[in-house]
T-cell receptor, first 109, second 114 residues
Framework: DAKTTQPPSMDCAEGRAANLPCNHS???????VYWYRQIHSQGPQYIIH???NNETNEMASLIITEDRKSSTLILPHATLRDTAVYYC??????????FGTGTRLKVLA | NAGVTQTPKFQVLKTGQSMTLQCAQD?????MSWYRQDPGMGLRLIHY???????DQGEVPNGYNVSRSTTEDFPLRLLSAAPSQTSVYFC?????????????FGPGTRLTVT
């Protein structure tokens, strides 16, 4: 299972795009990248996932590099409600999903 | 459709006591898992299951037992509680298949061991 690494914290101004990076240099060909976020002490919430193509949904966009060694989650217009811890994980057929410590995003008014 | 439910929401145990944290899902998901989250830390995988009768260990399995007799339920048993097991416990479920592994999380059980 690929290990992911993320910066521990980031700040973003309200209304601006938040770009959260994730390194997954050991990811294998069939492992999807999933992003979740956790607001306060609630259960994590799924955001988006992808394999090798860029993906977009109503919450965010996911950009995966061509070599698949890293990805970036983009929140196009961050709001104060986007303040949360964001987790990037890889999903393999072993089903042993490792979350790590994530990136604490603080959106500033 | 209740999603993933966990009981109890809060629990205080004395060292050495045992208890079972309950988790149920009504989405017919094959995959279920248990995580613990210590204050200020990320989630750590305790045990997981890919279907009834199948369980496996995660990152931190010691001190915990699980079983999966039905698709819907995945209880977590603490055999002899220790203060180091004070944590918030989250249960999650999803489909199997790496392209459908979006996990749905329960609200958590906050456990304190004194």
């Amino acid at each position: 299972d690929a290990k992911t690494t993320q910066p521990p914290s980031m700040d973003c101004a309200e209304g601006r795009a938040a770009n959260l990076p994730c390194n997954h240099s050991t990811i294998s060909g069939n492992e999807y990248v999933y992003w979740y976020r956790q607001i306060h002490s609630q259960g994590p919430q799924y955001i988006i996932h992808g394999l090798k193509n860029n993906e977009t949904n109503e919450m965010a966009s996911l950009i995966i590099t061509e070599d698949r060694k890293s990805s970036t989650l983009i929140l196009p217009h961050a709001t104060l409600r986007d303040t949360a811890v964001y987790y990037c994980i890889s999903a393999s057929g072993t089903y042993k999903y490792i979350f790590g410590t994530g990136t604490r995003l603080k959106v500033l008014a | 459709n209740a999603g993933v439910t966990q009981t109890p929401k809060f629990q205080v145990l004395k060292t050495g006591q045992s208890m079972t944290l309950q988790c149920a899902q009504d989405m017919n998901h094959e995959y279920m898992s248990w995580y613990r989250q210590d204050p200020g830390m990320g989630l750590r995988l305790i045990h997981y299951s890919v279907g009834a009768g199948i369980t496996d260990q995660g990152e931190v399995p010691n001190g915990y037992n699980v079983s999966r007799s039905t698709t819907e339920d995945f209880p977590l048993r603490l055999l002899s509680a220790a203060p180091s097991q004070t944590s918030v416990y989250f249960c999650a479920s999803s489909w199997t298949g790496t392209d459908k592994a979006e996990q749905y999380f329960g609200p958590g059980t906050r456990l304190t061991v004194t």
